[in-house]
T-cell receptor
Framework: AQKITQTQPGMFVQEKEAVTLDCTYDTSDQSYGLFWYKQPSSGEMIFLIYQGSYDEQNATEGRYSLNFQKARKSANLVISASQLGDSAMYFC?????????????FGKGTKLTVNP | DVKVTQSSRYLVKRTGEKVFLECVQDMDHENMFWYRQDPGLGLRLIYFSYDVKMKEKGDIPEGYSVSREKKERFSLILESASTNQTSMYLC????????????FGSGTQLSVL
């Protein structure tokens, strides 16, 4: 079963507007972590934001915020005031413990295009 | 800043060749990972290592092996390359298990003909 689901293969947003990228996850662990990474066309994965399962406040990092709804098992990324440089692939990921080993599992990604 | 360096950005190999993909990190990280990335499939974990000479299978280890003789270097080996191993390969490292923030290399686009 897919552990991380990103239902939006592609998203479009106008420059300076806000956009929400969806992510839902599946885990039976009580302790887990959720991440968002950005991958521009250059190929390198860039860490954006992290939310721990016990964190009560939604994580924020500059223009990025994570809308964490634990009961719904969702961890949506909100980008405020979009910029042209935000055009990229965005991946949601979850730290999970399987067989005593910790690892990071990724979703399939959402391609964001920011229009001028 | 942490730097994760992958030896080649593009690589073209023939079916049946033995292929080595090298990855070096300069921040003394304990943990290192190899992922492959394919369109529509996201990133899938091949192997990871949490210490020198230690390795763990990820989700898709078949057809691959790894080597970690030194802490800073993690090599991915394709013993006999096949066309279905044509992909983007991403190496990553991390120090902190709890928040598992990974630092990635720029990737190696491997084409097997």
């Amino acid at each position: 079963a897919q552990k991380i689901t990103q239902t939006q293969p592609g998203m479009f947003v106008q420059e300076k507007e806000a956009v929400t990228l969806d992510c839902t996850y599946d885990t039976s662990d009580q302790s887990y972590g959720l991440f968002w990474y950005k991958q521009p066309s250059s190929g390198e994965m860039i860490f954006l934001i992290y939310q721990g399962s016990y964190d009560e406040q939604n994580a924020t990092e500059g223009r990025y915020s994570l809308n964490f709804q634990k009961a719904r098992k969702s961890a949506n990324l909100v980008i405020s005031a979009s910029q042209l440089g935000d055009s990229a692939m965005y991946f949601c990921a979850m730290r999970e413990n399987e067989g005593g080993s910790e690892k990071l599992v990724f979703g399939k990604g959402t391609k964001l295009t920011v229009n001028p | 800043d942490v730097k994760v360096t992958q030896s080649s950005r593009y690589l073209v190999k023939r079916t049946g060749e033995k292929v080595f993909l090298e990855c070096v990190q300069d921040m003394d990280h304990e943990n290192m990972f190899w992922y492959r990335q394919d369109p529509g499939l996201g990133l899938r974990l091949i192997y990871f290592s949490y210490d020198v000479k230690m390795k763990e299978k990820g989700d898709i280890p078949e057809g691959y092996s790894v080597s970690r003789e030194k802490k800073e270097r993690f090599s991915l080996i394709l013993e006999s390359a096949s066309t279905n191993q044509t992909s983007m390969y991403l190496c990553a490292s991390s120090q902190d298990w709890m928040n598992e923030k990974l630092f990635f290399g720029s990737g190696t686009q491997l084409s097997v003909l």
